[in-house]
Structures are given as C-alpha cells and as structure tokens.
C-alpha cells in the first residue's frame, strides 16, 4: 500500500501519522506539502490534525482552499480513500467532502483526554477491522469538535449508515459525560455516501503503539494495509 499524509502550516499530527502509517505498512508514506499540487498516484491520503493556519477564520476554512485540496477532492471522487482526523476532519467538511460542520466545543473550553467510541459501522476499509458494536478508546484533542448539521442531513447519515463512531462510556452506553463537546447524536466520526471518505475527531495515530498505552488505533491503519495493500 501507498500512502500519501498531507502537510499544512500549523500541522501538528503529521508526523504522529506518519510513524503510524510505517508501522502498519513497513514502508513509508509520502508526506505532501500543502502547496504541491500534483503529487505521485498512491492508496490512500491522510489528512492529519492540528491547527492548519493556525485555525484563523474557521478550523480548516483556510487549509480547505490549500492548492493541494483541489487535487485530494477528486482523487476522492475517483474513489481514493481519504482519511481526516481531528482538524483534518475539519477540513474535509470545509470543502465539502464530508456533511456537517465542525463547531465550538459545548464547554468553549479545549478537551484533552482519552474517550470512548463505539463502532458504529464496519462497512468501510477505515472500519472493516474493528468489530461491529466494539468499544474502543483512542485520545482527543480539539477546540472545535462540536458536530452538527440539519434533521434532513442527520437522518441520511443514520439512513444511509454514515456514523462511524460515537461517543460512549467504557460499558457502551451513552450520556452521562461520555460525549466530550456537545456533538449532535454523540458523532465521533462521519463517512461520505461513497464511504470512501472518513473524518473523525479523535486521533488513532496517537493509541497506535503499546509504549503509547494501548493498539486500539492501530487496528485502523491494519486495516487499510490489509483491504489497500
């Protein structure tokens, strides 16, 4: 498998992603500058976390209009799979390959923390690891993952089984403080209609390794490795 990690100004997850990316794929993956338009033909982008332009204007409004961006909108709708995590997600919305927006956490306050997803579907090469229903645990860290979008659009995500992961406790029940900023229906992460497309806000790169603590992220990148490889 080829993998390509796209790099902003004011990214700080891409090398996290890399060193994950490597382990999984022995090989390493072509780390793309946001101003390279053109770069070479591989299985899957990544677009990585922290805080791309600084998160002046709307998290990710700038980097989504990054030269680059044109390039990875229609790889995606050639059906390359794109992977955004945290503010990656966040910029995957601003340019409309994913529903939804991405909003103030409900506290207004930056959460750091470990928190809880259950797998909501296994029907993607992001998921097809994982067990349908598991509870895993994998690390956030965000301002602005406050997931919200209309009743038609929440309902044809639900419809048409869009909802990756959601916020749950470590028993797989949901309230009570599991969901960390206020998400619409507890969304951790959201897949496109054509299910090659994945954000979420959490990070698996960073439970990717047991020195980090735990391999619940890692069964991600394994995954993609073995259904792109």
Known sequence: MKAAVIVFPGSNCDRDVQVGLRQSMGSE??????????FAQVDLIVVPGGFSYGDYLRSGALASLSPVMGEVKARADKGVPVLGICNGFQ????????????????GLKF???DVYL???TTDSVFTGAYGKDAVIRIPIGHHDG??????NTLKRLRDE???AFRYVNADGSRGNGANPNGSLDDIAGILNDKRNVLGLMPHPERLSDPSL???????????LVQALG
Do not use: K, S, Y
Request: proline residues 2%.
């Open 146 to 151: 406050n997931f919200f979008a209309d009743e």
């Open 161 to 163: 089984d869009c909802i």
């Open 213 to 223: 603590g735990g391999n619940d992220g890692r069964l991600m990148f394994d995954g």
């Open 29 to 38: 993956p072509l780390m793309v500058w946001h101003r390279d338009a053109h």
């Open 118 to 120: 259950q797998v909501e």
């Open 91 to 106: 910029v995957l919305t601003e340019c409309g390959l994913l529903l939804g927006v991405l909003m103030r956490n409900a």
């Open 111 to 113: 959460v750091c923390r």
